[in-house]
C-alpha cells in the first residue's frame, strides 16, 4: 500500500528557499513517476513538477521553471522539492504524487486526474 508523507514546509521570507521531502512508505513492485502539486488559497490544486523513475526525465511548470528543482532517490523510496526565491505568491500546500504512467508528460497535460496516489499535503508560508 501506497502511504506518502511529506515534510519540510513553513515560514520563509520572499527571496528565501526550502525543500521538501516525500517518503514513500509502501512497497511498490512497478516503475513510476513522481511529482509535486500546490493549491493556494481558493485557488485550484495546480501542477509544479513531475521526474520519471530514473529522474532523467523532468518536466515543470512555467510558474516555477527555473526556481524550483524536483529530484528524488528510489533507495529512499524519497522524492525531494527544491524552492529558491521564494515568492509571496508561492504560499500553498504542496502535495507530493504518485503516477503509475512513468511519462512524466502525463502530469503535466492532465494535471490532478494522472495522479493515483497523494500525500496530505505540508504548507508552505512566504512572507513580503
Known amino acids: 500500500q501506497v502511504q506518502l508523507v511529506e515534510s519540510g514546509g513553513g515560514l520563509v521570507q520572499a527571496g528565501g528557499s526550502l525543500r521538501l521531502s516525500c517518503a514513500n512508505s509502501?512497497?511498490?513492485?512497478?516503475?513510476?513517476?513522481m511529482g509535486w502539486f500546490r493549491q493556494g488559497p481558493g485557488k485550484e490544486r495546480e501542477f509544479l513538477c513531475a521526474?520519471?523513475?530514473?529522474?532523467?526525465?523532468?518536466e515543470y511548470a512555467d510558474s516555477v521553471k527555473g526556481r524550483f528543482t524536483i529530484s528524488r532517490e528510489n533507495a529512499k523510496n524519497t522524492v525531494y522539492l527544491q524552492m529558491n526565491a521564494l515568492k509571496p505568491e508561492d504560499t500553498a500546500v504542496y502535495f507530493c504524487?504518485?503516477?503509475?504512467?512513468?511519462?512524466?508528460?502525463?502530469?503535466?497535460?492532465?494535471?490532478?486526474?494522472?495522479?493515483?496516489?497523494w500525500g496530505k499535503g505540508t504548507l508552505v508560508t512566504v512572507s513580503s
Open positions: 504524487a504518485l503516477a503509475w504512467d512513468n511519462a512524466v508528460q502525463s502530469m503535466r497535460v492532465r494535471g490532478a486526474s494522472a495522479v493515483n496516489y
Open positions: 509502501g512497497r511498490t513492485f512497478r516503475t513510476y513517476s
Open positions: 521526474a520519471s523513475w530514473s529522474g532523467a526525465n523532468t
